[in-house]
């Protein structure tokens, strides 16, 4: 319970989490004060024309910590955004990127609409417009702070706002970095559609790899066979159902707004999508059963549970009724601080966001990179590759007498295309950074995954301060 006596905020829930982190480690409390606050807050209104008038749109950019530059962060549409939301999210995306070391602060950006509601044409106005107050005040930019795609948004906006951002900044050399996520010929990067949800495979197959942990769960090491429900089917929902599923998991239950469907058989994450797409709601799936309420789903019979839509979804209301034995946080802040506590104290492994879904920064700064290097990641190296193996594979040939079969040289001569290498330097960096939280579990002696990631980037984020020489 927060001060004033009602549950806490996102972001006061998310700096509990920090403060019970922070007493792991010992920073002067004055260095601590800085890595949590936010530094700029943004907040602005613009009128856009609707068909009968006016309307005011509010909006939000919050640079959560310039201790690295740019700030990055993605742009939230919703009609619940606030401004204590954008400050979480903001945060957040500092932490996560000190975890999955991506030289970035962290930042986010909301427009309080729920896009349902808008033409794509106004959609194009609301999108153009918030850009160029970004643009005014100097919150976007490659060097400055580099937006991204988040719950309600997606390729095409990010097509509007790095046009909107070419507009203001004509002949800027480094300006298709100005934003992430963009389609590919706008300067986006194969895998970054798919990334978070990738992202999220690879932490959980980590995790489950793992036959200690797992045994302490009283499950079978591996992905093979463990029941899974995921909240949400968009962006990461989708891709982490997806990939779980392809890696060996049986999908039991999926979850929209309009209601959740289970089959303790499985389910086919694309047949469901398709169904959805066709009829426009989840519910009535062929051989599924419906639940009323996506709230229901989250209290399913599973091994794994995947939050993958907003905030704030498992609370101390449900925790003590929530059956999962690993919790994959896909969506940011979908625990409460004291739901936490409380499947902490059951003994459910929580995977948390500020990992989990580090997917989606991790190749957007593959992409920023690549705008940076005006060059395809592999483009100078995969015929060199390619050739140098082809010529092994013939010495070898050679030496031995023994040929290769056609399709066996194929692999071994392959040279890395960019999807290639983004989805490999995305596997490396959830695979190091996994155990990276795990070993600092131990050897901080915390209670769960939550607190040892804070203490990790705590100490990142306040050796950077250190390192600028602002604290001693
Ligand atoms: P999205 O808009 O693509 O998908 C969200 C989905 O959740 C939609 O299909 C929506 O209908 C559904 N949904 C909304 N309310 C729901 C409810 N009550 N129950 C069940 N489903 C509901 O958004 P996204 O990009 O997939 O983002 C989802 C979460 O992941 C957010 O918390 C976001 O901050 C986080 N995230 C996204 C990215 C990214 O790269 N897109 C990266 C990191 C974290």
Not at 24 to 29: G, I
Not at 432 to 445: D, F, L, Q, S
């Amino acid at each position: 319970m927060a001060a004033n006596g009602h549950p806490p905020s996102f972001f006061e829930n998310v700096n509990i989490n920090f403060d019970k982190a922070a007493a792991y480690t010992n920073h002067p409390q004055g260095l601590l004060d800085q890595v949590k606050i936010c530094n700029s807050v943004y907040q602005f209104q613009f009128p856009i024309q609707v068909e009968d008038g006016y309307e005011v749109i509010s909006a939000w950019r919050v640079e959560h910590s310039h201790h690295k530059l740019p700030t990055k962060g993605g742009i939230r549409y919703s009609e619940d955004v606030n401004e204590d939301e954008v400050k979480a999210l903001a945060a957040l995306m500092t932490y996560k990127c000190a975890i999955v070391d991506v030289p970035f602060g962290g930042a986010k950006g909301g427009i309080k609409i729920d896009p349902k509601k808008y033409s794509v044409h106004q959609l194009q106005k609301i999108t153009r417009r918030y850009t160029a107050e970004l643009v005014k005040k100097n919150f976007i930019g490659p060097g400055i702070d580099v937006p991204a795609p988040d719950y309600g948004t997606g390729e095409r906006e990010m097509a509007w706002i790095v046009d909107t951002y070419m507009a203001f900044n004509s002949g800027s050399i480094d300006g298709q970095a100005c934003v992430t996520g963009k389609p590919i010929t706008q300067g986006g990067i194969r895998g970054r559609r798919e990334a978070t949800g990738r992202g999220v495979f690879f932490g959980i197959r980590e995790a489950c790899a793992n036959a200690e942990d797992m045994k302490a769960l009283g499950l079978k090491p591996g992905l093979e066979g463990k029941r899974v429900v995921v909240q949400g089917l968009g962006n990461v929902g989708y891709h982490a159902a997806k990939f779980l599923q392809e890696g060996g998991c049986l999908i039991v239950g999926l979850a929209e707004y309009e209601g959740a469907i289970y089959n303790l058989k499985g389910l086919d994450v694309e047949a469901v999508v398709k169904h959805r797409k066709e009829t426009r709601s989840i519910l009535n799936f062929p051989g599924a059963t419906n639940m009323a309420s996506t709230a229901e789903a989250l209290e399913l019979d599973c091994d794994i549970l995947v939050p993958a839509a907003l905030e704030s979804v498992i609370t101390k209301e449900n925790a003590p009724r929530i059956k999962a034995k690993i919790i994959g946080e896909g969506a940011n802040g979908p625990t409460t601080a004291e739901a936490g506590e409380i499947l902490n104290r059951k003994g459910t492994m929580v995977i948390p966001d500020m990992y989990l879904n580090a997917g989606g920064v991790t190749v957007s700064y593959f992409e920023w990179l690549k705008n940076l290097q005006h060059v395809r990641m592999g483009r100078m190296a995969k015929r060199f590759t390619e050739t140098s193996f082809d010529q092994l594979i013939a010495t070898l040939e050679q030496k031995t007498g023994k040929m290769f079969l056609e399709d066996e040289r194929k692999k071994l001569t392959h040279g890395p295309d960019e999807i290639d290498l983004v989805n490999s330097g995305l596997e490396d960096t959830m695979i190091v950074a996994y155990n990276e939280i795990r070993e600092r579990k131990m050897t901080v002696g915390c209670d769960d995954l939550r607190t040892a990631a804070f203490v990790s980037s705590i100490d990142k984020i306040a050796h950077s301060y250190i390192e600028l020489g602002i604290f001693p």
